[in-house]
């Protein structure tokens, strides 16, 4: 089956194979037929499945031909939990929507909102958005949902969680009855089941695999150490060849250990909604570019979020529970490749690790292991480990020449870069390049890098936590 097969336009298809994508993964095969026919659609796939495509080929098909969006009111809306998130659906949607003539905006907190405001102004077919600053911006009459033919709710399960169901659901009531919704996750619970009878109707629901099937060329592992081994075995783990997601409990102990990993020679950035947007756009680029090996991160990096060829995720803190734990994980093993996920176990951690790999239907190796000379590290991260002194250095931000308010991303989608293929000597090399380039080990900031931001906010408006 083709994606022609499918129902998806020759001129999409053609764009899709020439990225090398030509069959359809199952998700993609089992929605597809039902949501460019406009039905609304729930669909589960697992992490890394292709679920963007999923809902982005039926977005920009059905809009395809239509009239285009008049000022302020987009014909298309597509929520997602993270500003990250956002910028890289819109990283893919933009060279079908390119193709298809139209346009898109992202809106998200954190950047000014006065290019998010033109944008809306000029007539945006597709509004990529958080929920907070689409709220804001409604209130303040920058943006009207009453045109919106599809809504579209990616890592849906999430976007029905307490932080953001009342912004979702006073933003859905704000687009017309009956129009088309999809509703994507890997994995969709009865947590959806709110907005599924408020919001849509007769949905079809595909599952490309069952809850609990984990993804087949993930391998996981569970490391029992003590807390004083915890550090020297994530260094360990963080300087063998390859990317490496951490995922770390709070945003404190996500920003210490960058600062420690980097202290200790391996290239870091963190990624915590402690973070200005600034510094949150520069560190996810340090680590698409190689400068940096390491992301260490909240579960604010847990969703979505997709980084070529990251071999190893390793849950220093395990997650609060499983749904978290499948999606952290699925930041590797992406697309058909290999990847390993590790959980790091204290003695007092042993219950929880247990019932949370049984309730996320993995059957983990475990090894108690006395550091980080320990045999299994380098299995499961095998290569030679790489030191960079002084860690990961930001190279220094450039004030924005010329007029104030041009900045660098100009308050739309944080840029980012696709990376052409990993290889171990080039991330290791751009680690390297990047260490030499700064003042030599400012003690590692973690690439923090620029001020704290100016907070710009709506009245009133509490915007949820990992947005
Ligand atoms: N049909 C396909 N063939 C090959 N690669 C594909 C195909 N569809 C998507 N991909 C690629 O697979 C990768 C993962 O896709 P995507 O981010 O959509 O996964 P996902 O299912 O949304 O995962 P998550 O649950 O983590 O959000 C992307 O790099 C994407 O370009
Ligand atoms: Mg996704």
Not at 11 to 40: C, H, K, N, V, Y
Not at 176 to 188: D, E, I, M, V
Not at 442 to 449: I, L
């Amino acid at each position: 089956m083709s994606f022609t097969d499918l129902g998806v336009p020759a001129r999409l298809s053609t764009l899709l194979e020439q990225q090398g994508i030509t069959t359809p993964t199952p998700i993609q095969a089992a929605t597809l037929p039902d949501s460019l026919a406009g039905r609304d659609v729930l669909g589960r796939g697992r992490t890394g499945s292709g679920k963007t495509y999923a809902f982005l080929l039926p977005l920009v098909a059905r809009l395809l031909g239509g009239p285009r969006a008049t000022s302020r009111k987009p014909r298309a809306l597509v929520l997602a939990p993270t500003r990250e998130l956002v910028a890289q659906i819109k990283d893919s949607l933009d060279p079908l929507a390119k193709e298809a003539g139209l346009t898109v905006q992202t809106v998200f907190g954190g950047v000014g909102q006065n290019p998010q405001v033109q944008g809306l102004r000029n007539g945006a077919d597709i509004v990529l958005a958080c929920p907070g600053r689409l709220e804001d911006l409604i209130s303040q009459g920058h943006a009207d949902l009453s045109a919106v033919e599809i809504t579209i709710l990616d890592e849906a399960d999430h976007m029905a969680d307490l932080g953001f169901l009342p912004a979702v659901r006073r933003l859905l009531q704000k687009t017309p009855r009956g129009g088309q919704r999809l509703l994507f996750s890997a994995t969709l619970d009865q947590g959806i089941d709110v907005l599924v009878k408020q919001f849509l109707v007769k949905p079809v629901t595909h599952e490309a695999d069952s809850a609990q099937s984990p993804v087949a060329a993930m391998d996981h592992h569970v490391l029992h150490l003590s807390r004083e081994q915890r550090l020297p075995v994530l260094v360990d783990l963080a300087t063998a060849p390859g990317r490496t997601v951490v995922f770390a409990r709070t945003k404190h102990g996500a920003k210490a250990l960058a600062r420690q990993l980097n202290k200790a020679g391996a290239p870091a950035v963190e990624l915590h909604g402690n973070l200005s947007q600034g510094a949150r756009t520069r560190n996810m680029e340090a680590f698409h570019s190689g400068a940096a090996t390491t992301l260490v991160a909240t579960d604010i990096a847990a969703r979505g979020i997709h980084v070529d060829d990251v071999a190893l995720v390793v849950h220093a803190d395990p997650p609060a529970e499983h749904k978290a734990y499948l999606h952290r994980s699925g930041r590797t093993a992406r697309a058909g490749a290999a990847g390993t996920v590790i959980t790091l176990m204290l003695d007092d951690q042993v219950k929880d690790v247990r019932a949370l790999t049984r309730a996320a239907g993995i059957k983990p190796t475990v090894t108690r292991i006395d550091g980080p000379r320990h045999p299994v590290l380098a299995r499961l991260a095998p290569g030679q480990r790489t030191l960079v002194e002084g860690g990961y250095v930001a190279t220094p931000v450039q004030p924005a020449a010329g007029r104030s308010g041009g900045g660098r991303s100009g308050g739309s989608a944080p840029a980012r870069r696709r990376t052409p293929g990993r290889g171990a000597h080039g991330a290791a090399g751009a680690a390297g390049a990047a260490g030499a380039a700064g003042p030599g080990g400012s003690g590692g900031s973690g690439g923090n890098g620029g001020g704290r931001s100016r907070r710009r906010r709506g009245r009133g408006y509490s915007r949820p936590s990992t947005e």
